[in-house]
């Protein structure tokens, strides 16, 4: 009989996730650069960054990505989740990946229908897993938003690289590096960190020092959203619990 409870609990909780494409996203503010840079400390021999401006009169976004990928473990997906990383550092931490349209991760991202996929699978859209070596690259994104406040809005996210096992080698936060034409004042010479990427980030207003990452947590993104809805069940069940 609890088996029966579940089950139809279970299916009413499915219901309520009913995947929809991603809308185009306009008006994304043409003054703003977010950055996540891979701290220079990464235990794996990952290095890089992801940084996001707007689009072409603030249609969609301009994702550019520069990474070097360990020799061993590839090939590499990245993706944007949707929580940053915490104090530990620990790339666990950033949940599942940034899907408001609750896209899931299956069927795979189709690079002939990007509406339907997770806004956050950029490897996924790029429609290629990186190889070992240096990677840089450029996506022009029609879903990705730098709206504070919008479902897909990404500059309080992260970026995550996994190797092909799905192990999370490493992950760094956005952050704003470029705003409202503070222009020539900091940050604008460090646009193209090259080779040691030296310096530490020290570009950034008052966020040079961020946790160092060390990613050791194995768990997927699929493992992420399954303990996700595992909780959220148990939370319903609790709710029907009571109601009995
Ligand atoms: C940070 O995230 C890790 C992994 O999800 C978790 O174990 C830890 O409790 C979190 N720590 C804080 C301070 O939120
Ligand atoms: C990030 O911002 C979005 C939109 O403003 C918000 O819905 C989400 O809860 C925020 N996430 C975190 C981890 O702060
Ligand atoms: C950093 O930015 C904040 C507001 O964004 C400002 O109040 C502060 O003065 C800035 N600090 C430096 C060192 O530029
Ligand atoms: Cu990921």
Known sequence: ??????????SALV???????????????????YKAQIADDNKNG?????????GPQGNGADIKYQFNLPAEGGPFTF??????????GLCASTGAHLDPYNAGEKPACDTTNLAACQVGDLSGKIGDKLPSGGNTGELDDA?????????????NRSIVVHASDKTRIACANFELVNSNGGGAGSGGGSASPTGGAGGGGSATNGTATR??????????GA??????????????????????
């Open 223 to 244: 493992a992420a959203v399954v303990s996700g809805s595992v909780l959220g069940f148990l939370g319903v069940l609790a709710v029907g619990a009571a109601l009995l």
């Open 79 to 88: 993706h944007i989740h949707e929580n940053p990383v915490n104090a530990t």
């Open 1 to 10: 009989m609890r088996s029966t409870l579940m089950l139809a609990v279970a």
């Open 46 to 54: 990952v290095s890089g960054f992801v940084e996001i401006a707007a």
């Open 143 to 155: 879903f990705t938003s730098l709206v504070v406040g919008a479902p897909a809005f990404i500059g």
């Open 211 to 220: 946790p160092s990452v060390t990613p050791t947590a194995t768990h997927t």
């Open 15 to 33: 219901a309520t996730t009913v995947a929809s494409d991603a809308p185009k996203v306009t008006g994304n503010p043409t003054d703003v650069t």
